[in-house]
Structure formats: C-alpha cells, structure tokens
C-alpha cells in the first residue's frame, strides 16, 4: 500500500492554521490568521529543450542537486536546500525555486542520430496520437478502429523491415548468387565459399543459416534496446491516487494509465519479436514445401515435417496479430499479468530452431538454377498491398465533422493518416535501395536486362527511385518556402514599424526584425507541406501497387533513373543521420532539430515499439510525484513554470493532478507550443476543450509569447475570438523582441532578437510571475 493509500487522502489544512495539522475545518482557506506560519510556495521550473543549465536559471553557480537521478534532477540554490525545514524564512510570499531537468535520457546525445534510421517507426507511433480521439476521450468508434489500424501497421513495417534483411543476404547474396549461379559465385570470392559445387556447404540450410545471422543480430539490437529504454520509461509507475480521490475531468491527458505503458510495450515487444523470428523463418519452411526442391531421402517425411511447421507458423502469426491489434493503451493502470504475450516469442524461438534444423537436410545439389529464394517474393510484394491497405482505413477513421471545441486538426482530420502515408513510404523506400543496390553489385537483372542473378522484381526498382522523387519534390517546395518567409517579411514590415512606432528609422534594422518574424510565420505552412510530400508519397505508393500487380518490364531510360535514386539513398541517409548528430552537438542544429525531436519523442509509443522512447513517460510521473508528495508534505502553494517543450510537460503534468491538488496550482507558459503545434496536430489531447479543462482547474494560468518565435504562440488561438480560455484570458500581449529598436540607455547595443530563447529576459515575465505568486490561495477545501 502506498503512504497515500491508506489514511483517507491528505490532512486537511485548517483555515488560519498551519496546513497539515488534520483540522476538520473545510472552510475556505484564505488570509493567514496572525501570528501562523504561512504555507510555503514552490515554484518548479521545467526548462524546454534548449533550456538553461540549473544553474543559469536559479542565479546561483553554486545550485545543489536536492533529488534525482543521472536521467532527472531536482537543483535549488543552497540556501533553499532545506527550505520545508523553515517555513519562518519564507513569509510574506517568497518562493522556494526548484529546476526540474532531464540528465541522459535513453534517445538523447549521438545515439539520437542512430534513431533516425527508424524514422518509420518514429512516424507511425505520432500517427497513433493524431486520430480522431485518445484513450477516454471522444469518438471511442473511431479511435478504437483507428488504434487497430496503426497498431496493425506498425506490424507491417516491422515485417517489412525484416523482409529486407532477407532479401539483401538470403534472397541475393546466399540464395541467387552462392547457390544458383556459378558465375556470380565465381565473380565474388567471398561468396565462393558458399557455392556448394565449389567445395562449398554440401546441403542448403547451412548456407541459408549464414544469410539470417545479420537479421538475428538486427533482432537482437531492437528488442534489447527496446526493453532496455522500457525499464527508463514505461515501467515508471505515476503516482498514486489517495484513497476517494479522482481525476474524472474525461480529458484523456488526465487519465491514470497515460503515462504508464509497461503493460503495452511489453506486449508489442513480443508481438513485434515474434513476426520478426516468423519472417526470418519463411524462406526456410518454403525450401521445404517446394519449389522443386526435394527432402533428403526421398521419403517425404521432411516435406510432411515442414508442412507442419508451416501450418504452425500460421497459427502462431494469427494469435500474433490479434495480440497486436488488442494491445490498446488503457486509461487506468494496468498490472495485469503478461502470459499470453510472454510465450508467443518463446513458440517462435522453437519454430525457427526447427524451421532451420529440418533445412539441413535439404542438399545444396537439388536445387534449381536461378529464380529468387522460395517464400521471399510473395512476402515482399505483399507488405506494400496490406500498407496501402491499411492507410486506406486511416483515412475512413478522421473525424466526420468538427465539433466546436476540440476541431479536426490539421488538413481536415487527414494530419494522421497522411503521418501514416509518409511512414509507409519511407520504410518501402528503405526496403527497396539497398536490395537494389545489392543486386547491382552482384550483377543482377537491371531494368534493361537479364544478367548473372535473377535480382530484384520490378517494383522493387520503382521503390529505389524514391530518394530521387524526394530531391525532386524537396527542392521546389524549400524554393516556394522561402519565397514565402520573404513575401511574409514584406507583409510584416508595417507591423514593424508600427509595434517601434517613433523609433528612428533604420532599414537594415528593420528588416532584421522581419526577417524574423517571417521565419517564425512558417510554423504554419507545416500542413501544407506535409500535404504535398503526402500527395507525392501517395502516387509513388500507388506506382509501385500497380507493379505488384502487374509487373510490365520497365522502358529504357528506367535503368538509369533507378542508379541515381540508389546513389542518391546513401547521401540522403547520412544526411538524417547527420541532422541527429547536429542536434547534438550544435547549439544552433539543437534550435530546430532538438525542438522537432523533442516534439515528436514527447509521445508514448503507441503502436511501433522499436520506435524512439518517450521522454514524457519519465518526466510526467517524476513531476506528478513531486507535486503531489511536496503539496502532502507541507500544504503549501506551487507556481509550474515551463518553457517551450517544457510548458507541454509542465501541462501534462498538471492534467494528471486530481482537482483538489491542481486548484492550488498556477501555471506560467512561456515559449509554449501547447496550442499552435501540439494543439493543431494532436487536438484529441491539447484542442480548446483539453485547454480549456486545465485552465479552469488551475488557480491562474499566464502565457507568454512573441511574433518572433517558430515554436511558441498564443494559447487562445483555437478557442474563441478573444483568444480567452475558461474565465480569465490566458494570453497577454505580445512580447517586444527586440527589446530595442535602436541604441538606448539601457540598450547602448542592439538588442538581440531572442526568438524562442530567453523568455525570463524580459521584465513582463517577472511582473507575470509576481501575479500569479500574489494570486496563488486555494480556492477550496484541501
């Protein structure tokens, strides 16, 4: 049982007295009689991604570490250290600060950079928070069957991601060019030791179990980093209710189980392993079944073995998927044994153990010249079709209409599906270079011709040219964007010179400040482009179903096409690649990069488990115990500062409060994305409504923002025309940035356009801070 489980919630503090003393008083709590010590305030600082270090923002080189971890940390100034100890030090409204920062998270540093190359995965699990509605929330229809729906794609992109390790080291390097043609052998001595007529393996499963090993190890990897970032995320139980209390306010943000997916992810794990193992395990189960080749011996009873197995293998993929497609994330938390989803994995084990071993007895002599490995074209021409498929099905899932305040999102409810769209793409695009390339290494069939090796199928060869159609519809798009940030500029100029009306003239200033103001307005031409990537996306999918279908030799020309889209994969690749690497080891890439990351990561992982871990699931509990055993342990006042992606923490935090802890809570945003990103893209979770429900259950909520910043904006802008939530405005004015147009007396230098950075620079964030400390009183019984 936990400490607040079991003596009916907290003491409740008595009016005039000291909070904690168990008074049954539940009146009102309001001025401190005289001569009591009042309440301690503590304001909890959750800095964004770019953020100042603890002891930037807290003033003191010399901030202690109060509580935490290598991944999370508590720092105040030493002579706060133990404030709760003296609450006498503290009278007349003085706050206790706190920084709550992350340390090394499981995604973060240069591993961010191997994290992209899962994209797909990444993509797919945004996909997931972008339907018609969230666990507990509205359209429970829909969201249910869009849940299935992505969940089930995800598993596609896992077999797909397999199908290719399949196809570059059984299909072409062991089975087409060791094992089928003498010539490829000879032309590749380091294949040569394959060939069975070359003083090779004399039987086929041998050769065959060399071509797994690199989609063994790829298995491995996945699932140790995926239980691995699992016990750092997932498995961080949130805290516990008292005992009568509730959070029943029905935003799905609020609910119990929202940040506690260890029953899910470990469900997915084990499906996700077991269509792995399945899918190494096809080519062997059809050397068996057929394709000419004949069981040693000639008895049959290898064959009748490995039709068996094969039957087996189907049940075993059936249960896999049905596990996939229930393993929804639940509202409450969830312990509830793991038996089902433990031994799916443990059956796929001794199904490949078979699988191989029964392949041993197939010789190496008995099998035909040239075609591809039994089994493998067939899988990798239908994962497209079942992708296509399921997109298909996203889409009839968006919401019908919208209603009034919570919206369809971005492109009329289609943000989702279109997030879906591009993750398909990608991954058959993933697929299809290297296979290409690999079969032009080892002489396959190009698109002119035949040559040693059967190669690759046709479609495989439209795939290939997606890094080509990228730079194609790249490059007009990054041209159209920056003609637009100038047009915009032009546009802003007025504005300029109205917000710094009176200010001497200076052109080379001004349109310094449009410039930035510009830049800061693409935020909102996101959807646009998303659109037309998804448009392109679409056609390539639909070009290369329609080769599935009906596989027409490619016209003359194709060949050369096909080469430059593989010599381009690479670059493209490493630049990703690269652009994970800045975020970590530039400031200015950590500006752009981080911030897209941090956003995306922020996220549970819904539907793909290999995909980047979520970070919230670490910082949401942390910062909901923190509140919750602070307000317990002393009574007191808490004031939630968050900056940029730390005010969309800071928020999901406060959500999973119950209402008589989050009334004694104020909020102060600054930078924050909350509404103009996570509210467009994600309106099940962050629409007016989800906003709305907080800001009426805070005792005040404040927010900060400029013209001049990418990320952040109004917290109003989906709700009504005055930009207002619940009963007081959210919004202020715009921030000035620059502070100063020209040199002045304070400024004797420019000052510098600070963007999204630097919020606490400004005099209007102490004069907000200082309202909200002065308005923080309960505003009912505790």
């Known amino acids: 049982m936990s400490e607040w489980e079991g003596g009916g919630g907290p003491p409740v503090p008595a009016r005039g007295g000291t909070p904690g003393n168990g008074s049954a008083d539940a009146s009102e709590w309001g001025a401190v009689r005289p001569g009591a010590i009042e309440p301690l305030t503590l304001e909890l600082v959750v800095e964004g991604t770019r953020g100042a270090s603890p002891q930037e923002l807290l003033g003191d080189p010399a901030a202690v570490q109060i509580s935490g971890d290598r991944r999370a940390r508590l720092h105040r100034r030493p002579a706060d250290a133990d404030a709760e100890q003296h609450p006498e030090d503290y009278q007349g409204g003085r706050p206790v600060t706190e920084v709550y920062s992350a340390g090394a998270r499981a995604g973060d540093g240069p591993v961010r950079a191997l994290w992209l190359l899962v994209l797909p995965f990444l993509l797919v699990n945004l996909a997931a928070w972008m339907g018609p509605g969230a666990p507990g929330g509205p359209h429970p229809r829909r969201t249910r069957a869009h849940g299935v729906l992505t969940r089930l794609l995800a ?8 199908t290719a390790v399949v196809t570059v080291f059984m299909d072409l390097t062991v089975w087409q060019c060791a094992l089928t043609s003498a010539d490829c052998s000879r032309e590749h001595p380091w294949i040569r030791r394959l060939d069975p007529a070359d003083d090779g393996f004399v039987m086929t499963g041998p050769a065959l179990a060399v071509g797994v090993f690199p989609g063994l190890l790829l298995i491995a990897l996945l699932t140790r980093v995926g239980r691995r970032t699992w016990f750092r995320t997932e498995a961080v139980r949130p805290a516990p209710a008292p005992a009568g209390g509730s959070n029943d306010s029905g935003v799905p943000l609020a609910a119990p189980g929202m940040w506690y997916g260890r029953r899910q992810v470990l469900r997915l794990v084990a499906g996700h392993f077991t269509l792995a193992l399945v899918t190494l395990t096809v080519p062997f189960l059809a050397v ?3 394709s000419g080749v004949s069981p040693a011996g000639g008895s049959g009873a290898v064959g009748v073995a490995g039709a068996g197995v094969a ?68 899988l990798s021409s239908a994962v497209p079709v079942v992708e296509v498929a399921l997109v298909a099905g996203l889409f009839l899932c968006r919401p019908a209409r919208s209603s009034r305040g919570s919206g ?60 080509l159609l990228l730079v194609y519809v790249a490059l007009p798009l990054a041209l159209a964007i920056n003609a637009l940030r100038r047009r915009t500029a032009r546009r802003l100029h007025f504005e300029v010179e109205r917000d710094y009306r009176g200010e001497a003239a200076d052109r080379l200033r001004s ?26 996306a679409l056609v390539h999918l639909l070009l290369i179903t329609f080769a599935v279908f009906d ?38 890439a ?17 539907a793909h488990p290999f995909g980047p871990p979520c970070e919230a699931e670490r910082a949401v509990p942390d910062l909901q115990w923190r509140m919750m055993s602070w307000m317990r342990a002393t009574g007191g006042r808490l004031l939630l500062s968050g900056h940029g992606h730390g005010s969309v923490l800071a928020a999901a935090a406060a959500f999973q409060l119950e209402p008589r802890y989050r009334r004694r809570v104020s909020l102060l945003t600054s930078g924050s994305p909350l509404a103009r ?65 020209g040199r002045t007396a304070e400024h004797p230098l420019y000052a510098p356009i600070l963007g999204h950075d630097d919020y606490r620079a400004d005099r209007v964030f102490a004069t907000e801070r200082a309202l909200l400390l002065s308005r923080l009183r309960p505003r009912g019984p505790y």
């Open 288 to 290: 068996l079944l057929g």
């Open 511 to 536: 349109e310094e400040i449009t410039a930035a103001r510009g830049s800061a307005a693409l935020t909102g031409t996101a959807p646009l482009v998303l659109g037309l990537m998804g448009g392109a």
């Open 677 to 741: 990103i996570h509210g467009r893209w994600f309106p099940a979770c962050f629409g007016p409504d989800q906003l709305r429900t907080l800001n009426d259950g805070l005792s005040g909520w404040r927010n900060l923002w400029r013209h001049t910043d990418p990320i952040g904006g109004p917290v109003g802008d989906l709700g009504g025309p005055t930009g207002d939530l619940g009963e007081a405005p959210v919004d202020g004015v715009p921030l000035r940035d620059p502070l100063a147009f």
């Open 590 to 606: 950590r500006r752009s990069v981080g911030v897209l990351w941090d956003m995306s990561t922020f996220w549970p992982r819904a």
């Open 155 to 162: 598993a596609a992109l896992t077999v797909q991601l397999f």
């Open 311 to 378: 039957g087996l293998a189907g049940f075993i993929t059936l249960l896999t998927v049905l596990e996939i497609a229930r393993a929804g994330r639940g509202t409450r938390l969830d312990e509830r044994s793991l038996t089902r989803a433990r031994w799916l994995p443990t059956a796929a084990i001794v199904l490949f153990l078979t699988a191989v071993a029964l392949s041993w007895t197939v010789p190496g002599t008995d099998i035909p010249a040239g075609g591809h490995l039994p089994g493998v074209r067939p």
């Open 551 to 588: 596989p027409v030799p490619a016209r003359p020309g194709t060949e050369t096409l096909t080469q430059v889209g593989v010599w381009l994969g690479a670059p493209l690749a490493a630049l990703l690649v690269t652009a994970g690497w800045a975020a970590y080891t530039w400031p200015a």
């Open 408 to 467: 369809r999102g971005v492109l009329l409810g289609c943000g989702g599906p279109v997030v879906a769209l591009l993750a398909c793409w990608l991954a058959t695009v993933l697929s299809a270079v290297p296979a290409v390339a690999t079969a032009n290494l080892l002489g396959g069939r190009t698109a002119a011709g035949v040559e040693d090796i059967e190669g690759v199928p046709v479609f495989q060869h439209i795939a290939a040219l997606g890094p």
